[in-house]
């Protein structure tokens, strides 16, 4: 679990502590370690081995030690510092790239610095770098255009930390935008990682509020004048009820005559963090209401039926029906931005 105190953590932390403490020790005492009067610069043996173990091994392992030290805690550093500066999802975003490059940076920077440590000629090595980095970039261009492709998605802003967004019909969150890949999870957990370069087409879910459906059948029974009617009565009440709706919900009318239900169609604005969930809430709403006021959500069966003339199911007074137009019509025109494909 995420911020859960486990041993493992525990080790770590004393060990980075210990690493700091040795740090601020060599800095205080950098001159006894490596400088011309360093106290490792003395004769302790006259086996060769045991004389390198301790004139050089020692003092450049100490040194190593320090460099590390160093760069974790600037690694560190960066990202609190990027928590603590940026609060909005295009800042968080820029942050994180940013911080993703950083890193690079730093650990390059420390392994160059380590190898001079242990004497190694880092000038030559930097000079050497150019040649190097040209015979790489013109084998690694697809790494060139993930690098260039995750500036782009980042500065011109098509989605950001924190978008759900569908990418190659895999619909997930936006956990990172590093400078190769992008990282996406689902609401399942799972986690899907795209070389930014292989992103072609982008669905972003979060731009504008998403549309919750909820398609319910009523039997045909029931006339549909006095079930618009009940809805008309009590749709506020069900906004009341769902907080998590933005805009609605609202009534679209009859979506579908099925093979043994009238199916009617709910639809509510709201963020596309919440769309499952408020879809869920319309249905159990709908249920409810249906059930209180004796409204038949049919189920595949095989009936034998006769007319019924009942006053409450196949006919409605001119009132109910008059109040039931009015209701639809309305609906219409407050939904009207709401589009839909065909069931």
Known sequence: MKGKITKGRIVWFIFFAAMVAGTIVAI????????????????????PFL?????????NAIRTLQIITVAIALWYVLALLAKLTFHSKKGITIAKLLVNFLRWVIAIASLFLILGAWGADTTLMLASAGVVTLIIGLGSQALVADILAGIFIVFEGDFQVGDIVIIDNWRGEVQSIGIRTTRLVD???NVKIVTNSDIKSIINQTKELSVAKCYVGISYNDRIERVEKIISDNLAKIKDRIPAIVEGPFYKGVAELGASSVDLLFVAKCSEADIF???RDLNREIKILFDDNGINIPFPQVMVSYEDKSESLDTASKRVKETANTFVEEQKELSKDVELENK
Not at 28 to 47: D, K, L, Y
Not at 51 to 59: A, E, L, S
């Open 51 to 59: 004389q390198y173990m301790f004139q050089q091994f020692i003092p």
């Open 28 to 47: 205080i005492f950098a001159n006894q370690i490596w400088g011309p009067e360093s106290m490792f610069n003395v004769t302790v043996s006259a086996n």
């Open 277 to 279: 969930q408020v879809q």
């Open 187 to 189: 609401a399942g957990g």
